[in-house]
């Protein structure tokens, strides 16, 4: 049976239940003004999140909320592999044609080593899975979409901070193939203008927690990046006090890499801006040189941050003594990737406003409240 008609916009989240995604759902709940239908696989990501989302937005509803804010706190949630159209088609089923508003498509597999290993998994994952999602809202009528992507596009950009004019040139198989996501729903967006709206965020690095501490980042396994890893050593999860520095021999200030590090709430708040701006009636898409109604923004500070400033900058959240010791570099590393982030302002309104300090913070009030992330209840 098809769900009853909502004045609630139903807003499709996959990779719901994941670091990102999780904290997008959030947002979307704090507007009251949407449903959320989450699908996730959970390759690496915890059903609990979603509780949680649920329950930390139902505890901010104001006195007396309406039954229609309390739907706004219902997630529903489901375990669904994109790679299968069938398992996709499903989900839309429950809601019929033009049942739900839009997608924001985050599901997505992310290490750029691993993605050099198993190139085709993440081929298969990541291209071929928004092939058909894709394809399952064009049946359904839900033809505005937000994607995930990357700054990873970039490669080694020629110009800091990065415009995104700047040509796409990633050198992974997984960056590859958020540049080649994008180009599909680019395709699309031409060859059905008066059809399809799309945008895509090219994410910097989101770093943080929602402040409450109820969510937040729980990579499987030994963290690979910075800011978690850092975290899990402070917190005793991983048993090192020395953080290995991928070199320190590159072209910036203290030799160390350069990221520009945004908190995941910032973040999630680009992805409502993103969302609104594909509603009939915005003026996001007045400027396209073709008639097609996609764009790309990215979602950054603007603001460069090196591995040993990330390393005091977690020193003073944490009050763990990091010792550390240069090493080789890592393959992939590039030495600077700093957004250029007035596009998005102009054209959003976006603007990340949390600084280093408050990301740490929330990353290490989250952490320190669940040692062992979502696994420990
Ligand atoms: O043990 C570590 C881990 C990281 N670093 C350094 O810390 C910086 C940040 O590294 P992260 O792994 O945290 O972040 P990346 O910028 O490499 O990765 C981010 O950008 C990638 C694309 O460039 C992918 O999108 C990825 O998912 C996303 O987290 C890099 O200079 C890295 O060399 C270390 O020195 N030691």
Not at 205 to 210: C, F, L, Q
Not at 322 to 331: D, M, S
Request: with cysteine.
């Amino acid at each position: 049976m098809v769900e009853a008609p909502s004045p609630l916009k139903r807003v499709l989240v996959t990779g719901g239940a994941g670091y990102i995604g999780s904290h997008v759902v959030y947002a979307l709940q704090n507007t009251r003004r949407f449903k959320v239908i989450s699908i996730d696989n959970h390759h690496n990501s915890y059903p609990k999140s979603l509780l949680r989302v649920s329950q930390l937005s139902k505890s901010e509803l104001p006195e007396g909320a309406s039954a229609q804010d309390v739907e706004t706190t219902e997630i529903d949630a489901h375990k669904c592999d994109l790679t299968q159209p069938e398992q996709i088609r499903q989900v839309f089923q429950k809601y019929g044609k033009a049942g739900i508003w839009g997608v924001i498509h985050i599901a997505a597999y992310k290490a750029v080593g691993e993605s050099t290993e198993i190139p085709l998994t993440y081929y298969a994952n990541n291209v071929g899975a928004t092939v058909s999602l894709l394809q399952v809202m064009a049946e359904f009528e839900c033809t505005r979409i937000v994607y995930s992507s990357s700054a990873t596009v970039y490669g080694i950009p020629p110009i800091i901070p990065i415009p995104e004019t700047t040509r796409l040139q990633a050198e992974s198989p997984y960056g590859k193939t958020k540049v080649m996501a994008e180009t599909i729903i680019q395709d699309l967006c031409q060859a059905e203008p008066e059809r399809w709206r799309a945008i895509s965020l090219r994410y910097f690095n989101p770093a943080g927690a929602h402040p409450s501490g109820v969510i937040g980042e729980d990579p499987r396994g030994r963290p690979g990046n910075l800011l978690p890893l850092l975290a899990h050593m402070a917190v005793g999860r991983v048993k090192e006090d020395k953080l290995m520095v991928f070199g320190n021999d590159y072209p910036t200030p203290d030799g160390t890499c350069v990221r520009d590090y945004l908190h995941v709430l910032d973040l999630a708040s680009g992805h409502l801006l993103a969302l609104d701006a594909l509603a009939p009636g915005s003026t996001v898409f007045d400027n396209c040189p073709t008639p097609a109604r996609v764009k790309a923004f990215n979602l950054g500070k603007g603001k460069g941050m090196s591995v040993y400033q990330i390393v005091e900058a977690m020193r003073k959240a944490t009050g763990f003594d990091y010792k550390t010791e240069v090493i080789g570099r890592r393959a992939g590393d590039v030495p600077d990737l700093t957004a250029d982030p007035a596009l998005a302002e102009k054209e959003l309104g976006f603007k990340a406003d949390k600084d280093l300090d408050t990301m740490c913070r929330d990353l290490w009030n989250w952490q320190s409240k669940n040692p062992q992330g979502y696994g420990e209840d």
